[in-house]
């Protein structure tokens, strides 16, 4: 049967990647392929075997167009707030905590992020189905 | 520790995508939750806990814009022949298996196939660090 192991987003500047997958979310490097004109590089941690491929194309110099179709990579997390301010305490830009609910019911309890090219994170408190 | 729970794509579709990653994946909704303007539809299998969030727009009419930042999701799988001739029976269009050596190392034996709205899957041969 099919497993998902990862998936891949183009990024123009390794080490700023790097530094916000491991700061904010201890994301680490599982392994580096670097090749003439490109570099593949896996992120995970111990949480979950599913990893981050980011693509840096050597010969890049504008921003990837983002477009409108993929969202947003999810993480969770046991303390949101507390989540929440150390993204912030780090400089980067979180949006507000948002509490979701349906027919009075929360659904989720989340924040967005973006990450140094632009991608969504979306930041959930572990709970529900959001485990 | 953040754990990576899901990625979003946006698709126009419900039925469609959700019959091209059961057929090509054995990929299934785990989850589906309804709203007045959008539906969003959680798939996995019992191979790896991450899911593939799908959101349907209701209002969305024209194909999204997938833009050149994302890349694809990956898969494993064991036999990959035998998944590029499934994937093609079904009546998708799979490209060439193609085997991705560097110094006369085997690093990766896989193929690229579309979903219905153009996010490129990259199925691989489990095996090395593609598990």
């Known amino acids: ?67 409108n179709g993929y969202g947003h990579l999810a993480v969770s997390v046991d303390d949101l707030d507390a989540e929440h301010r150390k993204i912030k305490d780090l400089g980067f830009e979180p949006r507000d905590i948002v509490e979701f609910e349906r027919e009075g019911t929360l659904i989720a309890r989340f924040f967005f992020v973006n990450d140094p090219d632009g991608y969504a994170i979306e930041v959930l408190e572990r709970g529900g189905r959001f485990l």
Not at 20 to 41: G, I, M, P, W
Not at 51 to 58: C, D, G, H, M, P
């Open 1 to 67: 049967m099919a497993k998902a192991i990862h998936s891949m987003i183009r990024v123009l500047e390794e080490t700023r990647s790097l530094d916000f997958y491991k700061q904010a979310f201890e994301l680490n490097v599982a392994d580096r392929l670097d090749f003439d004109s490109f570099t593949l590089v896996y992120l995970s941690n111990s949480e979950c075997t599913f990893e981050l491929e980011l693509t840096v194309n050597k010969d890049q110099k504008e921003a990837y167009e983002l477009g």
